[in-house]
């Protein structure tokens, strides 16, 4: 139990130390494939608020998140808000079965190379970035409750 608490308190530390990304900071401008291999860029996301939500699939945080995510996602996309999952460094048919698997019907970008996420310098995952409908970074976590996340959301509609 010491150890546990121990190593969650590491964690917590690393992940503040590792968060340099400021809030405020300008969104970074992408073109990454979908799942479908069809292009999408960071303009079609202008004049909305956007989750950014960085993942892979092998990842067992990424695996309880991303579906906790998908509610808002369903609730709130009526309300100029949109998620992009953005896998890191993963085969397509990887991410696609996943996505499937975990029922997700926002739109899953592949960050083939991992530039966006250096771009964001995303050092552990998942990451959570929001962004608001100007494109300015609002709010980042390496891992939030989905209630606490919403009301950050709410804050930009």
């Known amino acids: 139990m010491k150890k546990s608490i121990i ?3 590491f964690m ?9 990304v400021p ?3 300008k969104a970074t401008d992408f073109l990454l494939n979908d799942l479908n291999g069809k292009p999408i860029s960071s303009n079609i996301y202008k004049g909305k608020a956007v989750l950014l939500a960085f993942f892979r699939t092998e990842c067992p945080a990424c695996q309880d998140e991303m ?6 996602y369903k609730k709130y996309r009526s309300k100029k808000f949109d998620i ?3 896998s890191v460094r993963e085969d397509a048919d990887v991410v696609k079965a996943f996505a499937r698997d975990k029922k ?8 083939d190379e991992g530039g966006l996420a250096s771009a964001y310098q995303v050092r552990f995952i998942p990451r959570l970035i929001l962004l608001d409908k100007s494109g300015k970074i609002k709010f980042t976590s390496y891992s939030i409750p989905a209630q606490d996340l919403e009301k950050e959301i709410k804050k930009l509609l």
Request: hydrophobic residues 65%; without cysteine; aromatic residues 10%.
């Open 7 to 9: 190593f969650s308190m």
């Open 67 to 72: 579906p906790q995510i998908e509610p808002l």
């Open 84 to 86: 992009v999952g953005i």
């Open 12 to 20: 917590i530390a690393a992940a503040l130390l590792f968060s340099a």
């Open 23 to 25: 809030a405020s900071a």
């Open 104 to 111: 997700l019907s926002f739109t899953v970008v592949l960050d």
